[in-house]
Nanobody, 124 residues
Framework: QVQLVESGGGLVQAGNSLRLSCTNS????????LAWFRQAPGNDPEFLAA???????YYADRVKGRFTIFRDNAAFTVYLQMNSLKPEDTAVYYC??????????????????WGQGTQVTVSS
């Protein structure tokens, strides 16, 4: 059973950093592929980053170099480190998971499990 829970969102000023966390309610995430999406009001979900269960990361061009996805299997957690935040990064951020890696990992429809989301607001 997979129940993803995000944390770490909040209000920050532009240029600052935030680290988001995603856990499986205390259960292991080992063997699962994981991803981060975000959704701003009126927009479709936007792919940000994904990580294979073996640890290989993949990024959207838009956040490459600013955002880093990494996982700590021992801590049952996947993280999204966000640096140099901009007001346009304001959105609800979601953690997503799947038991199987999909080639079209950048599509929201490729992911089976979703958290409830955590709000990130970046002020100018």
């Amino acid at each position: 059973q997979v129940q993803l829970v995000e944390s770490g969102g909040g209000l920050v000023q532009a240029g600052n950093s935030l680290r988001l966390s995603c856990t499986n309610s205390g259960r292991t995430l080992s063997g699962y592929q994981l991803a981060w999406f975000r959704q701003a009001p009126g927009n479709d979900p936007e792919f940000l980053a994904a990580i294979h269960w073996k640890g290989f990361p993949y990024y959207a061009d838009r956040v490459k170099g600013r955002f880093t996805i990494f996982r700590d299997n021992a801590a049952f957690t996947v993280y999204l480190q966000m640096n140099s935040l901009k007001p346009e990064d304001t959105a609800v951020y979601y953690c997503a998971g799947s038991a199987k890696w999909q080639k079209d990992y950048y599509r929201a429809s490729s992911w089976n499990y979703w958290g409830q989301g955590t709000q990130v607001t970046v002020s100018s």
